[in-house]
């Protein structure tokens, strides 16, 4: 089991910056990939962005390119999530998950159904 405890949410005007992060407990950190997934109200959870064992391969949602950064501490077993350039459109309830698997392309990365372990969520609200 891991355990997965997402913080750092918070209340931001548009144009702003937040950092979340990840702790994870309960296994070997460096085992698995990590992803971000969000939330909004009515919709369903999406992926956002995604980083690889080592963090040598990050895959992104197009609406976060150049926006967002995926980055891992393997020694502090917390994943971050650096968003710049926040908009509305960017408020949800955000989630890190933990991938289990052997392979992680884009697309393994990119299936929510992929992920094995999920965090409890942190909102993240933009004000325009």
């Known amino acids: 089991q891991v355990q997965l405890v997402e913080s750092g949410g918070g209340l931001v005007q548009a144009g702003g910056s937040l950092r979340l992060s990840c702790a994870a407990s309960g296994r070997t950190f460096s085992n698995y990939a990590m992803g971000w997934f969000r939330q909004a109200p009515g919709k369903e959870r999406v992926f956002v962005a995604a980083i690889s064992w080592s963090g040598g391969s990050t895959y992104y949602a197009d609406s976060v390119k150049g926006r967002f950064t995926i980055s891992r501490d393997n020694a502090k077993n917390t994943v971050y999530l650096q968003m710049n350039s926040l908009n509305p459109e960017d408020t949800a309830v955000y989630y890190c998950?933990?991938?289990?698997?052997?392979?992680?392309?884009?697309?393994?990365?990119?299936?929510?159904?992929?992920?094995?372990?999920w965090g409890q969520g942190t909102q993240v609200t933009v004000s325009s």
């Open positions: 998950a933990a991938y289990a698997g052997i392979i992680f392309t884009a697309a393994q990365a990119m299936g929510l159904k992929n992920y094995d372990y």
